[in-house]
């Protein structure tokens, strides 16, 4: 069983800055890895990518956050991380966690085989004001 939990969000200025935590809750083991990726939602928009890390550390970014925004983790917290930089107001949304056995598309939004991602954190509220 595996649970996501983000925190990190918070309301900045334009030009801000933010690092987002998703810490990785696993029953029974006290070390694995997974495919792990960043999404977000503005109200009324659909849910979009923004960043995906597979297993072996490389990573993907949506073009929107490209130079902006650094998609890390550090197994041996079993904790993923999103740096956001230079922040917009379009950058305003919900932010979630995913993870998954297979690697992520960033721009599906389901891992490579067309599936849904296995699991989902609960979200952090990003706010960026002009």
């Known amino acids: 069983q595996v649970q996501l939990e983000e925190s990190g969000g918070g309301s900045v200025q334009a030009g801000g800055s933010l690092r987002l935590s998703c810490k990785i809750q696993?029953?029974?083991?006290?070390?694995?890895?997974?495919?792990m990726g960043w999404f977000r939602q503005a109200p009324e928009k659909e849910r979009e990518g923004v960043a995906a890390i597979e297993r072996d550390g490389s990573a993907e970014y949506a073009d929107s956050v490209k130079g902006r925004f650094t998609i890390s983790k550090d197994n041996a917290k079993n904790t993923l991380y999103l740096q956001m930089n230079s922040l917009k107001p379009e950058d305003t949304g919900m932010y979630y966690c995913?993870?998954?056995?297979?690697?992520?598309?960033?721009?599906?939004?389901?891992?490579?085989?067309?599936?849904?991602?296995?699991?989902w954190g609960q979200g952090t509220q990003v706010t960026v004001s002009a």
């Open positions: 995913a993870a998954d056995d297979f690697p992520i598309n960033v721009r599906t939004g389901t891992n490579i085989a067309g599936n849904a991602l296995d699991t």
């Open positions: 696993i029953s029974g083991y006290t070390y694995i890895t997974y495919n």
